[in-house]
């Protein structure tokens, strides 16, 4: 059977139970009408049966005819509304209230005009007043009017009078009265429920927003047990906060994570709001900085506050940070070292230039051709220190044009390879799901990236390495915390060498840091000034003994203005 019931043109549900002070669904009245029908009628026959000697003939058969038409029109009426599955309109209301009518007149017939039985038009007229519009129940109430004084003036020997016209104006006002009560009934029923919709909206938005949000979310009730942790909370602090719901949680909280125990202690003793207040934390083995906010919900009762705490892994934001200022020492070292590159560059090239015309034109022996030679190799590795220090403070996008991600990782990936560094056993690939992965940037600096990064690799692993080089278009939402980028482009790449030591791992984009034998220190950095030239982003995740992965986060439109 539907769950809905037509009225005219709009449907309304029925099967919901009445809420206080709401009109009754129509199936539930039409059910009462049905039964209250019947038992008039069958009050009526049985009345006219028992007392058939006194009864005349005429009333007799009227009562038998309502009796029997009153079963075949209710029997019909139910299987309609209730069992065919069948709309119920207005104009089966008005069939219903017709008959009504015809059957009270019937009853009203046989008592006489001044009988009990005429109070029942008033219950008809009320309940259709209810059940319609306000004007369809004025209707009704003036079919009801000319029924009962037809009845009077043709079906008795009696004068219409006073009375009869007051019962008539009676009709009228409960009809009035009745509708007008039912229409503003409806209307606090209909805002009701609208606002009991909003509300529900707004609560499964809520709740939505709270199991999908990126920020843990406790709260710990006035007698100090938590009563709520959303997803991400229980994500954050692992499976031991999910144990302890409904539980004492305040012990329990400082044991698992210290600082977000301690913000929410203080806040429940003191009432005072903890603001991003940030510790490291150690949870299955992984330690990491946390961030945690708290604030008190005072009951009206006096009882104790209960307490809101809002956390996050602020990994993400401290690397950013860090990156940050890493980025302006940089900038800072950048000028200083253009400077001095030049400077020292060309004395040297003088001194070398001498040193050599010396050892072509002396004889010389043992220790002094030593030395000489000694002061050439170290002036040709001064030389090239000083070429990649100037290249280091060179990093600038000079012709941003589109390219293909995908074809200059290729590129630099296959200029690595040829390097004699890379040996016949390291192995590198390009993973891409979807071709072309459409950028914007300088060309020579993203190959020369991959170049370095793959090579880094290589020199790091020394045999057998196998570099991957994933290129993609990811949505910005799989961004790191703050990292705000419009169309971001995934350029990393992963190897499967010793890693990058711990102690290093902090400092690996600053120049002169390396943890490779004969290293200069100035690859990495170079990499992260054409990545930040680019307006992107870059980390380095390792774990030593288990290779090392470099993550760039590249904007595929780059904006010539921000260039500068």
Sequence with gaps: ????????????????????????????????????????????????????????????????AAAVLALLVTGAAAWHSHLSGQPVTQTFLYTQALFDLALVTAVVHIGGPYSVFATLYILVIAFNAILMPLANGLLIALLAGFLYAGDVAFGHPIEISAPLLMQIAVFWLVAITTGYLSSRVRVAGAQTDTLAAELKRARLEAADILRNIKTGIITVGGDGRLAYANPTAEAILGPGLTRLKG???????????????????????????????????TIEGRT????????????????????????KDISDEKRLEALHLRSQRLEAVAEIAASLAHEIKNPLASIRSAVEQLTRHAAQEGDEKVLANLVLRESDRLSTLLSEFMDFSR???????????????????RLALQHP??????????????????????????????FNLVLNAAQAARTGAEITIEVAAVEPASLPGNVVLDAPRLLRVRDTGPGVSLDI????????????????????????????????????DSVPGKGAAFTMYLPARFNAEERQ
């Design 1 to 64: 059977m539907p769950n809905l019931i037509a009225a005219g043109r709009r449907l309304i549900p029925w099967r919901a139970a009445p809420k206080p002070g709401a009109v009754p669904p129509v199936l539930t009245m039409l059910r009462w009408l049905y039964i209250g029908r019947l038992s008039i009628a069958t009050g009526v026959f049985i009345g006219a049966t028992l007392a058939w000697w006194e009864a005349d003939l005429t009333q007799l058969l009227i009562a038998t």
């Design 247 to 281: 539980e004492l949680a305040l012990a329990p909280l400082e044991r698992l994570a210290p600082v977000l125990g301690e913000a929410v202690r203080r806040t429940a003793s003191e009432g005072r709001r903890v603001l991003r207040h940030s510790a490291d934390v």
């Design 288 to 311: 990491f900085p946390l961030g945690v906010s708290t604030t008190a919900v005072y009951a009206e009762d006096g009882e104790p506050p209960s307490v809101t705490a809002i956390f």
């Design 395 to 413: 990093v600038r996008v000079t012709r941003s044009q589109p390219l293909d991600l995908v074809r200059v990782a290729e590129a630099g990936m």
């Design 421 to 450: 560094d890379c040996g016949a056993t390291t192995r590198a690939f390009v993973i891409a799901e979807q071709r072309p992965v459409s950028i914007e940037g300088d060309e020579d600096l993203l190959r020369g990236v991959v």
């Design 505 to 540: 791992l902090p400092r690996l984009f600053e120049p002169f840091v390396t943890g490779r034998p004969g290293g200069t220190g100035l690859g990495l950095a170079i990499v992260q000034r054409a990545v930040l030239a680019h307006k992107g982003f870059i980390f380095c």
